[in-house]
C-alpha cells in the first residue's frame, strides 16, 4: 500500500515570456500606484527658487487674451396665439 502513494510535487510548467511579462507589469503597475498614492498623501515642501519663479512677469506669448464672443442675436419672445378652429 505504501509503495502506491506518490508523495512527489506536482509538475510545474516553466512560465512563458508572457506570463513573465504580466508578472512584471503587474508589480510595476502596483508600485507605481503606491507612489501615487504617496504623492497624494504627503506633501512635497516647494523649493525657494520656484517660489521665486513664479514672481517673474509672464512674456507676452504666455498671456492669455481673453476670447472674443459673437454677438448674440437677442430673441423677442413670440406672441403666444389661440389656434382657431
Known amino acids: 500500500m505504501a509503495a502506491e502513494l506518490d508523495f512527489s510535487p506536482p509538475e510545474i510548467p ?13 508589480f510595476f503597475g502596483a508600485i507605481f500606484q503606491l507612489i ?13 527658487k520656484a517660489d521665486s ?6 512674456n507676452s506669448e ?10 448674440q442675436i437677442s430673441k423677442k ?6 389656434k382657431k378652429r
Do not use: Q, W
Request: hydrophobic share 35%.
Open 36 to 48: 501615487c498614492v504617496l504623492a497624494i498623501i504627503l506633501p512635497v515642501p516647494k523649493s525657494h
Open 14 to 26: 516553466e512560465p512563458t515570456f508572457m506570463e513573465n511579462v504580466l508578472r512584471y507589469g503587474l
Open 77 to 82: 419672445p413670440k406672441k403666444e396665439t389661440k
Open 53 to 58: 519663479d513664479s514672481f517673474e512677469p509672464k
Open 62 to 71: 504666455t498671456v492669455k487674451k481673453p476670447k472674443a464672443t459673437a454677438p
